[in-house]
T-cell receptor
Framework: GENVEQHPSTLSVQEGDSAVIKCTYS??????FPWYKQELGKRPQLIID?????GEKKDQRIAVTLNKTAKHFSLHITETQPEDSAVYFC????????????FGDGTTLTVKP | EAGVAQSPRYKIIEKRQSVAFWCNPI?????LYWYQQILGQGPKLLIQ????????DSQLPKDRFSAERLKGVDSTLKIQPAKLEDSAVYLC????????????FGPGTRLLVL
C-alpha cells in the first residue's frame, strides 16, 4: 500500500520567516495530495490540496509544490504568524477513491513571536 | 452547514471493557470514514463506508473492532474488548461521494484505556 513520509517532525521558526514541510510518497499512482492543519485538541482541517496534473498551487501565504518524478510534495508557508502554530499533516490518495488518504505522521510547527 | 458530529468526546475505560463511538456525518454525504489517530501520528483509516456498504476495512482489527452504518447515515464504531494500545483519538470524516476528494472531519472521540 501507499506509504507517506513527512519531514521534519518538528519545526520552529521566528514570526515572519518562512516554513517548509516536505513529504514523499511511494505509490506513483497517487494523484491527490491534501494538507491538513490540526490545532491542539481540534479536528484536522484542509488548508490546501494539489492534484497530480498541477505542479504548484498558491493560496495567499500558503503554497504547495509537487514533483511527480521524485514523488515528493512540499508545503510552503510565508510570513508566518503565531496563529500558524499547529500540527500539519500531508496525505496522498489514489483516484477514483479519492477520499481514502494515507497520512504522514505530522509536523509540529511553532512560530515564535 | 452543520459539521460532522461525534459523541462522546472523551471516554475512559479499563482494558477488556467495551466501548462504542457514534458519528453523524454532514447531511447528504454518502461516504463515511473512521480513523484512528494515535498520539504523535497521523490518522490511520480503519474503515470506509459508501452509504450502508463497506468499501474498505482492510486495516480494521476485526477480532475486536466492528463498525456499522445500517441506514447509510449515522455510524457506530465498537471496540470489544479494548486493549491498552487502543488509546487514541477516533476521528470520523465524511465526503459527498467516494470520488470526492474533500473530506470533513468531526471533533473526534479521545479514548483512554487503563
Amino acid at each position: 500500500g501507499e506509504n507517506v513520509e513527512q519531514h521534519p517532525s518538528t519545526l520552529s521558526v521566528q514570526e515572519g520567516d518562512s516554513a517548509v514541510i516536505k513529504c514523499t510518497y511511494s505509490d506513483s499512482a497517487s494523484n491527490y495530495f491534501p494538507w491538513y492543519k490540526q490545532e491542539l485538541g481540534k479536528r484536522p482541517q484542509l488548508i490546501i490540496d494539489i492534484r497530480s496534473n498541477v505542479g504548484e498551487k498558491k493560496d495567499q501565504r500558503i503554497a504547495v509544490t509537487l514533483n511527480k518524478t521524485a514523488k515528493h510534495f512540499s508545503l510552503h508557508i510565508t510570513e508566518t504568524q503565531p496563529e500558524d502554530s499547529a500540527v500539519y499533516f500531508c496525505a496522498a490518495s489514489i483516484g477514483p477513491n479519492a477520499g481514502k488518504s494515507t497520512f504522514g505522521d505530522g509536523t509540529t510547527l511553532t512560530v515564535k513571536p | 452547514e452543520a459539521g460532522v458530529a461525534q459523541s462522546p468526546r472523551y471516554k475512559i475505560i479499563e482494558k477488556r471493557q467495551s466501548v462504542a463511538f457514534w458519528c453523524n456525518p454532514i447531511s447528504g454525504h454518502a461516504t463515511l470514514y473512521w480513523y484512528q489517530q494515535i498520539l504523535g501520528q497521523g490518522p490511520k483509516l480503519l474503515i470506509q463506508f459508501q452509504n450502508n456498504g463497506v468499501v474498505d476495512d482492510s486495516q480494521l482489527p476485526k477480532d475486536r473492532f466492528s463498525a456499522e452504518r445500517l441506514k447509510g447515515v449515522d455510524s457506530t464504531l465498537k471496540i470489544q474488548p479494548a486493549k491498552l494500545e487502543d488509546s487514541a483519538v477516533y476521528l470520523c470524516a465524511s465526503s459527498l461521494s467516494i470520488s470526492t476528494e474533500t473530506q470533513y472531519f468531526g471533533p473526534g472521540t479521545r479514548l483512554l484505556v487503563l
